[in-house]
């Protein structure tokens, strides 16, 4: 079974970079894809473990390092030297289709419409949600409305339709209470 709990990650180890491969050859569920200098490293590789775990261990080893997760259109690379671009990153990253993905997704959700619903009828609620808390409804404090809002509802749904606590509003706000 795959473990979705596994992440990319790129490095680059300044300085004193001896051992840093084993190291992370040791916390990487996949080969670590490297390129060395003289006191360079830069290497990608995958982990189940997270960011910090493994700046623990990097820290432990004192070495010094940038290190960040490789989370697909939130970065990007192009080495002129191709050699380099292909061993760290299998070759030039396109994040066309995964910015598309973003935009068709947004582009999806600007057509949901949401309705809320109030419900004061325990019968209603249990078709609902499947059944009635031991606590029955819960309330859900509501500021009164005003007059307009009031005679707002009354053009839209009629007198008949407004709840009881409307229909008291708006005989105190003719009161002008």
């Known amino acids: 079974m795959k473990n979705l709990n596994i992440r990319k ?16 050859s040791e916390i990487s569920e996949t080969e670590v894809a490297y390129v060395s200098g003289s006191g360079l490293v830069i290497a990608t590789f995958s982990s189940a473990m997270h960011l910090a775990e493994i700046e623990t261990l990097l820290n432990d080893e004192e070495k010094s390092y940038i290190i960040f997760e490789m989370t697909p259109g939130f970065f990007s690379a192009n080495i ?3 050699k380099f ?6 070759g ?7 910015h598309q993905n973003i935009i068709d997704t947004l582009e999806g959700l600007k057509d949901i419409k949401i309705e809320f619903k109030k419900i004061d009828d325990l019968d209603e609620f ?5 059944f009635i808390p031991k606590s029955g ?14 005679l707002d509802r ?6 008949e339709k407004l709840t009881k606590r409307e229909k008291e509003l708006l ?7």
């Open 9 to 24: 990650y790129c490095m680059i180890g300044l300085g004193n970079v001896s051992g840093v491969t084993k190291l992370l």
């Open 80 to 82: 002129k030297d191709k």
């Open 85 to 90: 671009q292909n061993t760290l990153f299998g």
């Open 92 to 98: 030039p990253i396109d994040n066309t289709q995964h």
């Open 126 to 130: 249990e078709d609902l949600i499947g």
């Open 137 to 150: 409804i819960p309330k859900v404090e509501e500021p009164d409305p005003d007059m307009d809002d009031i």
């Open 154 to 159: 009354i053009s839209e749904v009629g007198y």
């Open 171 to 177: 005989e105190k706000y003719s009161q002008g209470k």
